[in-house]
């Protein structure tokens, strides 16, 4: 309820300078072939649905700040994540433009020198990686996860979704994940936070 209050409250100024009100959220879900990382961090590509009006942080969520832009997640036991949706603005093509695919930033907590860029790129879903320091490509077979689908649906009218699904890369040459507890193709050992 709160969430659509708010969306209702930017509609009106978003209409106002020429774009149309939307949303856009982001739902994931971790393989069972390993423990999920604690914590998921995650920030929508600030470029998007960009217009020339003057509205401050339209883009910016409860809990972040300019200096930390990203929203902290922590997967629940089944290894599943959600982003609430974000208002958003953006200029429609034609009279049938819907709401442009967004494109998301991830991070996670056990491998915090890279950055996921994850989103519809040349017709079709793609991800890549990228030094989270210096911010230049990395190769995806060093990373820590893999994604291995990303898919988009429309929940609502005037809304998307991107709906991600990871695995382990269990090749990545880095230290991912704890020794011993798991192996390719299944955990044998799930850990508890009390251990």
Same mark, same amino acid.
């Given at each position: 309820?709160?969430?659509?209050?708010?969306?209702?409250?930017l509609a009106a100024p978003l209409a106002a300078c020429g774009t149309t009100p939307a949303t856009v959220s982001l739902e994931g879900q971790f393989t069972p072939a390993a423990?999920?990382?604690? &914590?998921? %961090?995650?920030?929508?590509d600030p470029h998007y649905g960009h217009t020339n009006c003057e509205? &401050?942080?339209?883009?910016?969520? &409860?809990g972040t700040d300019r200096a930390d832009p990203y929203v902290s997640l922590a997967p629940d036991e089944s290894g599943s994540f959600r982003l609430r949706?974000?208002?958003?603005?953006?200029?429609?093509?034609?009279?049938?433009?819907?709401?442009?695919?967004?494109?998301?930033f991830l991070g996670f907590f056990n491998e915090q020198d890279t950055i996921y860029a994850v989103g519809h790129q040349h017709s079709a879903f793609h991800y890549r990686t990228f030094d989270a320091a210096t911010k230049e490509p990395v190769p995806r077979a060093d990373a820590c996860w893999r994604v291995?689908?990303?898919?988009?649906?429309?929940?609502?009218? %005037?809304s998307q979704r991107l709906v991600l699904f990871l695995a382990p890369n269990f090749d990545s040459p880095k230290t991912c994940l704890p020794e011993g507890?798991?192996?390719?193709?299944?955990?044998?050992?799930?850990?508890?936070? &009390?251990?």
């Open positions: 309820m709160l969430g659509r209050l708010v969306f209702l409250m423990p999920p990382p604690a &914590e998921v %961090r995650v920030m929508l509205i &401050e942080d339209k883009l910016t969520l &409860e949706p974000i208002a958003v603005a953006y200029k429609r093509k034609g009279m049938k433009g819907g709401a442009p695919l967004p494109t998301f291995v689908q990303g898919d988009y649906d429309q929940p609502e009218k %005037r507890v798991f192996t390719p193709g299944g955990v044998v050992h799930r850990p508890h936070f &009390e251990e």
